[in-house]
């Protein structure tokens, strides 16, 4: 192989590398989204909750 093919596969190698760490922090921020998303539909049910049992009483 020549210095040219090597220097084409590292250049791969390392595309492939950089691809592969940006589908997981996408993974990863895509996670922290749903989280955040059910924490505030909780906090909300946790409010109307409490503002129904002030209405009750």
Known sequence: MGIKD???NKAQQ?????????DEASQ?????????EE???RAQQEA?????MDFDA
């Open 14 to 22: 390392t595309k492939k590398k950089m691809q592969g760490a940006k």
């Open 39 to 41: 924490e505030m539909r």
């Open 48 to 52: 109307q909750d409490r503002m129904d």
């Open 6 to 8: 090597e220097m084409q």
């Open 28 to 36: 990863r921020a895509s996670k922290g989204r749903e989280r955040s």
